[in-house]
């Protein structure tokens, strides 16, 4: 319960009072930046989620097209998803078509709302039903509406994909066409979610990939399966993408290197608390012997490498038995 509550603190939220998202200032810059041919991304904040940021702290991109528009991922809040939803209709009036959750996390997931509205089938893996229709869903809504009001509020609510991945346990990918681009979404989980999706744009070559990949910031580990996350970045390899969206950090234009780099936390992690774990160490006396040198200095390091590490030894603890 102490890992589900501080996990619940770590969304956003806003609690009793109405506050339509249209009436609420922009505190935090929001731009479109070209990727690739008919292709923009939104960069989050490399931070915490907060009313102050009004939780901007991942990743979206649109791909335009004369048959309408691919959204990856919807943004932390409804006014976000609001302010995406401008930025689209700056360069095209062609209808929304799809928006592809790549997992079930608020800071993804909160806009939804906005672009269901706005005409877009929602696409997403059929591991996000069972998360939808918990608790810990309904806790973290909460929560957020606790700790990021006005912008999460009890307008806001968890929307139910209309096009599901991995039904019937069928693992098959999805190909959507749109114009000249055909997107490829594959399964990607269990790695950093059970449900994680990535988007290949065969016609420019883009990787969208979600937060399998966190470039410049240390990972959120959370309860993820660190081995097959490992295995996950090792097959994306295979689509050979020529430019890298991450779930979080700027576009990579070597994603050999980005993919390389959450790869070498990950290890690093099951490698030192794996050996705490066979050595029967404390996790206190394992973290405090460990070099941590080589991470140490990127961003949110001191908010999430701790827990990280900690998630890890638990995990490591169950695998050595």
Known sequence: MKTLAFLASLLAGALLLPAPAAAQPATVAMTAEPVATDTWFVQGQAA?????????????????????????????????????????????????RYVVVTHCHADHLYGLQVLQAAGARIVAHAACREYLNSDTARLRLQASREELFPWVDEHT?????????????????????LGEHRFTVRHAGPAHTAEDLVVHD??????????VVFRGRVPF?????????????????????????????????????DLQQTRDYLA????????????LESFDEAYARVDWSRFASWPLFAAVNRMNAYNTFLLMEHETR
């Open 48 to 96: 915490m989620g907060s009313a102050a940021n009004q939780n901007f702290i991942s990743n979206a991109a649109f791909v335009v097209t004369p048959a309408g528009v691919l959204v990856v991922d919807s943004l932390g809040s409804p006014p976000l998803a609001e302010r995406l939803l401008a930025l689209i209709r700056q360069r095209t009036q062609a209808p929304l």
């Open 157 to 177: 609510r968890l929307v139910v994909p209309d096009l599901w991945l991995g039904e019937g346990g069928s693992e098959s990918d999805l190909v959507l066409t």
């Open 202 to 211: 065969a016609a420019t070559g883009v990787l969208f990939t979600g937060d």
């Open 221 to 257: 580990v959370g309860q993820a399966d660190s081995r097959r996350w490992i295995q996950a970045l090792d097959r994306m390899l295979e689509l050979k993408p020529r430019l890298l969206v991450p779930g979080h950090g700027p576009v990579s234009s070597h994603p050999a290197d």
């Open 268 to 279: 690093y992690l099951r490698q030192t608390m794996g050996e705490a774990a066979r050595n």
